[in-house]
């Protein structure tokens, strides 16, 4: 007679058998999530700071790299000696395969964090939610994974993650050694990004929520009850202390503290309009999504789930995890780049308050559906399963991860380059400064280069200013600029104006990248985009280049096709694009048509977008600048509106509502204004 199932060993169980599987495979589920080629373009200045102490020895306190040599507080000097050290065994690929297993690590400290903070506060009881806590995990890795790149960001989600696992544990069991590992992963989070701060926020909200709670404890409000003793209390605001002096462990003293305040202002919309829209990760991410760039689905259904949950858990409220809550919230809404913090956040704070509901239930005795969806792990592997179709497709667009993603550094202008000699340093856009820097300093120096913090408002007004009026970067001696044709655009009207100037010679491009010389300054032959040969050479370039994917070949088409309508070679343009279904590429051949003096075919193309896309804004643009050209002012200042609706940023869109006033400033007292006030 077999034994009743009660009687086996617990190690033979199927739940714990299916413990470690599913923990198992969300490890690997986070890899692959974030197992993508190398996107982001400040690695490679990381890199060229992480060379330049491993070669000289010495932690670096100025700018090396710059005209001026101006004092550099750089906190991620230890995250850029790892990295250096990383790629120096590996190359890209090491780079992209240790940010996986540190996400990994950093997934795996959220879970434990998230099984520690699950206990009754009165009884001490507990419940197993592991395949709860991964189900929603889950949710908000796949939210934010687009955000994981290599670069310091990494740290901060395995350092803020270790600080709220030791932060639940010492709440659970009072155990105050817990609290002497705070300082010490603090220092190594001040040495590693200005998002330090971050460390002593979390403490705070953790201390002030449990001041709160034994406030309206005290005060017999309902609804909040505390986790703390006044004695333990007395332990976290010294470790609060202890983690504040640990904030000063760098080689940077107080200039290292200062830094943290500085960057909150350069992504403060209100303080600092210039860096917060001027520069993309900076930009709020609901602008964003206006401007048709990303969508904020994912954030607003999730950020309504996290607050939502509180409801679950009215009779016993955690402070602390609602301050943690609005706090990430707030600093998300500043800026795009912060998302991913609201996320990690998020990921703690929802599968405990729904603990906290369903643990009452539960110690009740109630055995229904819902205990054994809760206890079972086959919520967490379904919904594993779900994700793993997008991710595939997702994956299979992707590259090789041994080289960086196509069109995000100059690498195919870099040998041109080599090939002239330079005086002064090179114009270049902001995403190729850091790659400049890694492949050619000192030989060639970039004029700029993402360490923006580097940078005045003054100076970066100017730089902008130069790409907005090419007569002003006339004024300046360089000799060469290295200019991207898209993301952003804001560079188009500059190779226009180079392409066209007599003093300028193209040198390079690849229909991406755009390489230009003073004339006499090089012998290299340059480039006529007029000539069939020519543009035929760059397309057997492109068919010819290792993307890994029919789609960058595409894309690459797109830029080509792209820079021929910024030089103003608009039939050689509508050649190239000519017969190509992508929505970009019939816009670009509408506004080839456009330039060409074709209005009507342009109009007619146009329209034909809308009807697929109703807010395409390139689109609106366009109809709205053929029916100002026609003097149809009320569509023109329609569609421009709608633009602005969708992008409340747009220059393009601005520029044209100010030529509409212009206009309607002109006419007669006997039509009423287009903008609903009487003309003068």
Request: proline letters at 6%; aromatic letters at 10%; hydrophobic letters at 50%.
């Amino acid at each position: 007679m077999s034994p009743p199932p009660d009687s086996r060993p617990p190690s033979f169980r199927p739940l714990s058998v299916a413990k470690p599987v599913v923990l198992t495979a969300l490890l690997g589920f986070s890899m692959l999530a974030v197992y993508f080629p190398l996107t982001n373009t400040d690695i490679w200045w990381h890199l060229a700071a992480g060379r330049s102490m491993v070669e000289e020895g010495r932690i670096l306190t100025v700018d090396p790299f710059g005209a001026g040599h101006p004092a550099w507080t750089n906190l991620h000097w230890l995250f850029q000696v790892l990295a250096y050290g990383a790629y120096s065994l590996g190359g890209v690929s090491a780079l992209v395969i240790g940010k996986c297993l540190l996400f990994a690590i950093a997934v795996f400290f959220l879970l434990k964090a998230i099984e520690a903070g699950n206990q009754d506060i009165e009884t001490g009881n507990q419940m197993g939610i592991r395949s709860l806590a991964i189900t929603f995990l889950l949710l908000f890795i796949m939210a934010g994974r687009h955000l994981v790149f290599a670069r310091p960001i990494v740290f901060t989600l395995l350092l803020l993650a270790a600080n709220l696992l030791i932060l639940e544990r010492y709440q659970t069991n009072k155990r105050r050694w817990l609290l002497f590992l705070l300082p010490l992963t603090q220092i190594i989070w001040s040495n590693s990004q200005p998002l330090f701060l971050l460390g002593p926020i979390v403490i705070a909200c953790t201390l002030l929520g449990e001041a709160l709670a034994a406030l309206a404890a005290k005060l017999r409000l309902p609804g909040f009850r505390p986790r703390l003793r006044l004695g333990e209390w007395g332990w976290l605001a010294l470790t609060l202390i202890a983690v504040g002096l640990a904030c000063l462990a760098t080689p940077f003293g107080l200039a290292g503290l200062e830094l943290p305040f500085r960057l909150l202002g350069r992504i403060d919309a209100g303080a600092s309009e210039l860096f917060a829209y001027g520069v993309s990760e900076n930009i709020p991410p609901w602008a964003l999504e206006r401007a048709g760039a990303v969508g904020l689905w994912p954030f607003k259904w999730l950020a309504a789930l996290a607050f939502a949950s509180f409801f679950c858990t009215h009779r016993n409220i955690s402070l602390t995890r609602l301050g943690l809550l609005l706090a990430f919230g707030a600093v998300a809404l500043m800026a795009n780049r912060n998302l991913l913090l609201f996320y990690w956040v998020a990921a703690l704070v929802t599968p405990l308050n729904l603990a906290d509901w369903l643990r009452p239930k539960m110690a009740r005795g109630h055995r229904d559906f819902l205990f054994h969806l809760v206890k079972s792990p086959w919520p967490a592997l379904v919904t594993m399963l779900v994700f793993l179709w997008p991710l595939g497709k997702t994956m299979a667009h992707n590259g090789p991860i041994n080289q960086p993603a196509p069109f995000r550094i100059a690498s195919e202008s870099i040998p041109s380059l080599q090939k002239i000699k330079t005086v002064g340093p090179v114009f270049n856009s902001v995403r190729y400064g850091g790659y400049l820097i890694w492949q050619l300093f000192p030989h060639h120096q970039a004029f700029i280069d993402g360490r923006l913090v580097l940078r005045s408002s003054a100076e970066f007004a100017a730089y902008l200013d130069m790409l907005d009026r090419p007569e002003l970067f006339q004024r300046h001696d360089f000799q060469t600029a290295l200019l991207p044709v898209t993301k952003p655009d804001r560079y188009q009207r500059l190779i226009g104006e180079l392409y066209r100037n007599v003093d300028w010679d193209l040198i390079f491009t690849d229909g991406t990248e755009t390489l230009f010389a003073k004339t006499g300054s090089h012998t290299l032959l340059p480039i006529d985009l007029s000539r069939p040969e020519t543009r035929q050479r760059i397309l057997e370039n492109i068919r010819q280049r290792p993307f890994g994917h029919r789609l960058a070949h595409q894309q690459a088409r797109i830029h080509l096709g792209l820079l021929l309508n910024v030089v103003g070679l608009y039939d050689q343009a509508e050649e190239i694009l000519a017969g190509m279904e992508s929505c970009q590429a019939k816009v670009l051949l509408a506004r080839s048509y456009y330039m060409n003096q074709k209005a009507m075919a342009a109009l007619r193309l146009a329209h034909e977008i809308l009807v697929d896309k109703p807010e395409d804004i390139d689109s609106l643009l366009l109809v709205a600048q053929i029916s100002f050209d026609s003097k149809d002012y009320d569509d023109a200042l329609q569609r421009s509106e709608q633009v602005l609706s969708l992008d409340p940023f747009n220059r393009a869109a601005r520029q044209l509502l100010q030529q509409i006033k212009a206009k309607s400033r002109g006419l007669t007292k006997s039509r009423p204004s287009l903008l609903g006030t009487a003309p003068p």
